[in-house]
């Protein structure tokens, strides 16, 4: 097997330690036995997967025989039996020997290419800033605001500009605020400009939060 930093032997000692990788990267847990055949059919496939994966996940090799306690804690009664962690939590699990392919398919339902992801963040994000072609800065929007609480158009650019800035509680409340002042500017753009964020937002889960405070808002 490969001395790869993300291929590692796990243990009942070292448990906690290798969880805590899963805060950074996710981690597959192998459950496997000497006497288990499929476990040695699965185990290369998935240490050459985390070769090729070039750390975008640790495999945790763990032999069940040798930990008996860790397996009677997760239930372990076939093997081999795998599981993804993510945040110390399992959040996906297979059983059997599957192909390369199988297994490929697997992990990638979990692994974001990490180039992939920040050109789609940098496509999301310019989408705000279209918004803001020739629009005013921060400052004059601010001072346009606090001049006149009903100037929507302040409102709403600049939650705009909050986005870009990365503030975007500041723009979730701008855009909630200016759905409670006016569903009909611009066709109910606070409305239009929350779901824009929650979809730059993805998973997070501000997003279910607002997502309930907007919907009081609708009916």
């Not at 790869?4 to 496997?32: C, G, H, K, R």
């Not at 753009?189 to 939060?209: C, N, Q, T, W, Y």
Request: aromatic residues 8%; negative net charge; contains cysteine.
């Amino acid at each position: 097997m490969s001395n790869a930093p993300y291929i590692v032997d796990v243990t009942t000692d070292n448990f906690a330690e290798v969880m805590q990788a899963s805060f950074q990267v996710p981690v597959l847990v192998d459950f496997w036995a000497d006497w288990c055949q499929p476990c040695h059919m699965l185990m290369p496939v998935l240490a050459k997967l985390a070769e090729d994966y070039g750390g975008k996940f640790v495999l945790a090799k763990l032999n069940t025989e040798q930990n008996q306690e860790l397996a009677a804690q997760f239930g372990i009664k076939s093997i081999p039996n795998v599981k993804l962690f993510k945040d110390g939590q399992i959040v996906d699990e297979f059983m059997g020997a599957l192909p390369e392919q199988g297994v490929r398919e697997f992990l990638d339902k979990h692994i974001v290419d990490e180039e992939q992801a920040a050109e789609e963040q940098e496509r999301k994000l310019q989408v705000f800033a279209d918004e803001l072609e020739n629009a005013p800065d921060v400052t004059e929007l601010e001072a346009r605001l606090t001049s006149d609480d009903a100037d929507h158009e302040a409102r709403y650019l600049l939650a705009m500009h909050k986005v870009i800035e990365g503030d975007v509680d500041a723009a979730l409340e701008l855009l909630l605020q200016l759905m409670q002042k006016d569903r009909n500017f611009e066709e109910d753009a606070g409305r239009r400009g929350l779901i824009k964020v929650f979809e730059l937002l993805g998973d997070d889960p501000r997003v279910s939060a607002y997502r309930r405070r907007m919907t009081s808002l609708l009916y």
